[in-house]
């Protein structure tokens, strides 16, 4: 049975899963690549959801799952392939909204994962021990750049009609151009679509009584 998500909770679910399967996590280089030759294991990951907190332990070639009143083991190869399937997905799918994958809901009722979004007041997505299990948990967050930019749906912002002038520097200009020829789409649809996806990243919550001042136009 299939079901919809966005694509910030299969990149977190992606994420989780692929270090499961790994068993490290690499250094990262100023350009964001991965440092394959410095690598940390890990040892476990803690996870949050709506009835309590899930632990997933790396013993050797399984996953151990704890959960209060329960515990199961798994192959790690098993979220080996669940990564893989949601990775394919990522890659061809464009879109704010993806499908599952066949046989991913299934395996995540198994795991016991029930909503991909991680169930915290401060947004962090899990946690991580490295090395050894009693090791300090250390929170993250995931942010990607797998797969296409999320060109969300701007049809609906039609009736907007607010004008603004903005000032870019020469390189982001460019950048700009070259992402709205590859994805056929209007220069400041992409504008559009660069906003709506950092907005999406944030705690719009603590704006909300932010009060401004209406104007026609604004000069940056």
């Known amino acids: 049975m299939a079901f919809t998500a966005t694509r ?66 798994f192959p790690r190869e098993d979220f080996g392939t669940v990564s893989e399937l949601i990775w394919k997905t990522l890659k061809s799918v464009l879109g704010s909204d993806i499908e599952s994958p066949d046989g991913v809901e299934e395996f995540l009722d198994e795991v016991g994962i029930f909503h991909l979004e991680a169930q915290t007041d401060d947004r962090t997505d899990y ?16 942010h990607s750049h797998i797969g296409g930019m999320n060109m969300f749906e701007v049809s609906k912002y039609k009736k907007s009609n607010v004008k603004i002038s903005i000032r870019l520097p020469e390189n982001m200009n460019e950048t700009l151009k070259k992402i709205a ?3 056929n789409m209007s220069f400041n649809n992409v504008i559009v679509s660069c906003i709506q996806n950092s907005l999406d990243e944030m705690d719009l919550n603590k704006y909300k009584n932010v009060e401004i001042i209406e104007s026609k136009e604004l000069k940056v």
Do not use: M
Request: glycine share 8%; with cysteine.
């Open 181 to 183: 020829k590859k994805e």
């Open 8 to 73: 910030k909770e299969w990149y977190e679910l992606y994420s989780f899963f692929r270090l499961l399967s790994d068993g490290y996590a690499c250094v990262g280089t100023s350009e964001g690549r991965p440092h394959n030759d410095q690598r940390i294991p890990v040892a476990q990951i803690q996870r949050e959801e709506h009835d309590g907190t899930r632990n997933y332990i790396i013993e050797g070639e399984n996953i151990r799952v704890l959960r209060e009143g329960s515990e199961k083991c």
């Open 127 to 142: 946690y991580i021990a490295f090395w050894n299990v009693n090791a300090p948990l250390i929170g993250f967050r995931v």
